[in-house]
């Protein structure tokens, strides 16, 4: 079954930061574009960064850009999700999942039926 599992989730303050990662099962990192998403409470999930095939092109939506920084590891199959100077918006469950679009700035509009292989998430809350 092609799936990831997160992990890495906490209750954080305004500021803060937070590691989370995902080991994928099932399918290779580097065989398509994947990517990390949230979901906030009564919101979709939505992605929010992305990473391509070969690693070298890295997206950020505008909401975390300058603040997260994606990053994957082809030998262990895991990508990575630093947050810093979290946000109380950045609160919602984490999911790593993969797509079919490319990673650029259009890797956000796509289709729900581009998006998919989720794990079970893993939830940040930035609260004081």
Avoid: H
């Avoid at 797509?99 to 259009?106: D, K, L, N, Q, W």
């Avoid at 956000?108 to 939830?123: A, K, L």
């Amino acid at each position: 079954q092609l799936r990831f599992v997160e992990s890495g989730g906490g209750t954080v303050q305004p500021g803060g930061s937070l590691s989370l990662s995902c080991v994928a099962y099932g399918l290779n990192v580097d065989s398509q574009t994947i990517g990390w998403f949230r979901q906030g409470q009564g919101n979709e999930r939505e992605p929010i960064a992305c990473i391509s095939m070969s690693g070298r092109t890295i997206n950020y939506r505008d909401p975390v850009k300058g603040r997260f920084v994606l990053s994957k590891d082809s030998a262990k199959n895991m990508m990575y999700l630093q947050m810093n100077d979290l946000k109380p918006w950045d609160t919602g469950t984490y999911y790593c999942g993969t797509s079919s679009r490319y990673c650029s700035g259009t890797f956000y509009y796509g289709g729900r039926d581009e998006y998919g292989n989720w794990g079970q998430g893993t939830q940040v809350t930035v609260s004081s």
